[in-house]
């Protein structure tokens, strides 16, 4: 019997387990917070995961995205992240996709079940008609917010996003959001005042500037979607464990 995934066995019990295991899951968005946030759900033990980015690896990112490293610069991200997964877990089925999510070609994206989203998008206008198609369709999503040009990793949280205060990105989403009659979104998000970059970086086409990024921060919101995704796919498991006990 393997005990690749022993240790985590012992706290949320077999049958969490082989639900994670027949659960699919796809992360949009394989940056600083969706990278990591893949890798974790890998080592929890999801069975089928689905890896959308239209970007490859540029040396930018290795200060904190876990496809970069001097190894992977010009490769693509789903493809690097693909093959980390696999070696992390050789049963899992993994879906790499190099493509960017756009309104227009949604439907290449919605071809097997999902389980779980994870919306790790940076442009607006995607995440927003990534959330809508989600709840339209009745697919469970959860979304990073502002992670940016922040450094306290311990002011992130995940809340609904009616209750988020003091993210700039927060604000916006929630407004067009509630435009679409979608009132409620589980999101992580840090109410941090975002810093001013002391340097700027060139900005590539539809995006007005890039943030700074640490690697503290970006990581421990990717572990926080983990987290959400893990419990809320387990948590009738969980439930009935207890009435039981």
């Not at 919306?119 to 009745?138: Q, Y």
């Not at 005042?193 to 590539?204: A, I, R, V, Y």
Request: charged residues 25%; hydrophobic residues 40%.
């Amino acid at each position: 019997m393997s005990e690749r995934f022993i240790r985590a066995e012992m706290l949320r019990g077999k049958p969490a387990m082989e639900k994670l295991s027949s659960s699919s899951v796809a992360v949009f968005g394989l940056g600083g917070v969706g990278s990591w946030c893949a890798e974790a759900l890998s080592r929890c033990g999801v069975g089928e995961i689905t890896l959308i980015d239209h970007d490859i690896v540029s040396e930018s990112n290795i200060n904190r995205q876990l496809c970069a490293v001097s190894s992977s610069i010009g490769k693509a991200k789903a493809e690097v992240m693909a093959e980390r997964l696999r070696d992390i877990n050789p049963d899992i089925s993994v879906h790499p996709i190099a493509a960017r999510y756009e309104p227009s070609v949604r439907e290449q994206f919605f071809c097997r079940r999902y389980d779980y989203i994870v919306d790790c998008i940076d442009l607006v206008s995607c995440k927003l008609d990534l959330i809508e198609t989600a709840a339209s369709r009745g697919i469970p999503i959860v979304s990073a917010l502002g992670a940016g040009n922040k450094t306290r990793a311990e002011d992130l949280k995940i809340s609904d996003i009616s209750k988020t205060e003091g993210c700039p990105l927060a604000r916006v989403v929630r407004k067009e959001l509630r435009k679409r009659g979608i009132l409620h979104l589980p999101v992580v998000y840090s109410g941090e005042s975002p810093l001013k970059p002391e340097c700027e970086e060139t900005p590539p086409p539809g995006r007005r500037s890039i943030p700074g990024s640490l690697v503290w921060v970006t990581a421990t919101a990717g572990m926080l979607l983990c987290s959400h995704v893990v419990t809320q796919l387990t948590r009738q498991l969980m439930l009935e464990e207890k009435d039981i006990i």
